[in-house]
């Protein structure tokens, strides 16, 4: 994706991930890429280094995901934007698991296997993927909020890619809070609230 965003905007793009294979991975298609436990170290920047910081995936398996944000926020420009995407706790499909007594999607109890949702259906079982948070629109906002950024648009989009689930997610993402997906479109606000 980071390949892809470079080619097609010509823009300088540097990678962060927690692992070191993505990030030699990065590095042999020609990105800049640095490994970082974001919240639990400094990222390697500058303030104020990045007009655009995109986190596809990432919050909802952070240990301390309010010091990951102190960290984005200090390295984004002062008229920088965040893009952010992650699961959707209060998902239309969760409020109808959750009423059957079923464990809710994207959530897990254990590190070695996925229990309390053994539904071929939805796609799921086998390996946790290491959640550890999850936000529904609202305290996602409001997350938000607390940490210095102000949410100008927030998206739903589909966890599915094809199929009835595809469909179905669709409708749903007509009303964000639905959506299995969030997307946040948001910017550096001057103080953050827990300042």
């Known amino acids: 994706m980071s390949a892809a965003l470079q080619a097609q905007v010509h823009a300088r793009v540097t990678c962060v991930d927690v692992s070191q294979k993505a990030v030699e991975a990065c590095a042999r298609r020609g ?7 974001i919240g639990d170290e400094p ?3 500058p303030d104020a280094t990045f007009d655009l910081v995109w986190m ?10 309010d010091k990951a944000m102190e960290e984005v926020r200090r390295v984004l420009d002062p008229r920088g934007h965040l893009i952010l995407s992650t699961p959707n706790l209060a ?3 969760n409020r109808f698991l959750l009423a059957v ?5 994207f959530s897990e109890v254990s590190e070695d296997v996925v229990l309390g949702r053994r539904l071929s259906a939805l ?9 550890l948070r999850l936000y529904t629109k609202r305290s996602l906002e409001e997350f938000l909020r607390l940490v210095g950024f102000e949410a100008l648009r927030i998206k739903g989009v589909p966890f599915h890619q ?18 299995m997906i969030l997307v946040v479109l948001a910017i550096k606000r001057e103080t953050a609230v827990n300042a």
């Open 31 to 37: 990105l800049e890429a640095f490994r970082a436990q």
């Open 43 to 45: 990222l390697p920047f």
């Open 56 to 65: 596809t995936e990432v919050i909802e398996h952070l240990t301390r995901p």
């Open 91 to 93: 998902c239309l499909p």
């Open 101 to 105: 007594g079923v464990q809710p999607l």
């Open 123 to 131: 796609g799921q079982g086998g390996q946790p993927v290491g959640h």
């Open 162 to 179: 094809k199929g009835m689930w595809n469909r179905l997610e669709g409708l749903a993402g007509a009303a964000p809070s639905l959506a």
